[in-house]
């Protein structure tokens, strides 16, 4: 998805990875002392895991490194930029298999469940993961080790993207409703398991939900899990077995 910014006459752009732009400071000496783009990275990682994408800022940020504001702007042209950084750089927390070696399916699995962690534990990902390019090395690698593990898969060609979508867009979708429940769940104080009996008891009393909740009782009862992340590993687990098993099911149609 193109970038595009709202400054008058500047042109759109893309991503910051075709940029291939250095630091002002190597084209005109004045760099701001103890700071590179790495550092203001890894602080931009830290704020948003802290406060979440809507209060981060330029301001926010030099704060926090104990700098000015225009000191950033040394290494970054806007904060879009530095939030695709930000955005790769936790791309790069990812353990990557030896695509050629064990089992598809196991490797399948296991970037699945390491994406969908990645997910919670940065809530802020999916809508920059929805915003940019998504073209920096890290992302790369990791689209590269799930292409080379769908094609061992024996689909054909023209199967491997639908595949791919299956399989990610569906871990993309969990993840990013686990994450958004569990920062919900943090602003209220309360653990998760207290969260879903209070929200359960709630809609349980209230005439308008109170039926669709009755009709899908047996259903959440079938399912299991003491806890709510025992029921969310559950629901989780067997939808990635269904997906898995429909590949195996398409490979065998021929």
Known sequence: MAKTSS??????????????????SARGGGQPSGLDRDRITLATVRLLDAEGLAKFSMRRLATELNVTAMSVYWYVDTKDDLLELALDSVFGELPLPDPEGEDWREQLRMLATEYRRLLV????????????????PNNLAFSRV???????????DHGLTGAISAVFQFVYGYGTIEGHFFARVADTGMTPDEY???????????????????????????????????MMDRDFTFALDLLVAGIEAMVKRG
């Open 7 to 24: 400054s008058a006459g500047r042109s759109a752009r893309t991503s910051v990875w075709l940029e291939q732009k250095s630091p002002r």
């Open 196 to 230: 879903f009996r209070h929200a359960m008891t709630t809609v349980t009393e209230a005439p308008t939900t109170a039926e669709v909740l009755e009709e899908s009782r047996a259903l959440m009862a079938a399912r299991g899990g003491d806890t709510v992340a025992e």
């Open 121 to 136: 534990r940065h809530p802020w990902l999916s809508p920059l993961a929805g915003t940019f390019l998504n073209i920096g």
């Open 146 to 156: 799930v292409q080379r593990v769908i094609r061992r898969t024996g689909l054909p």
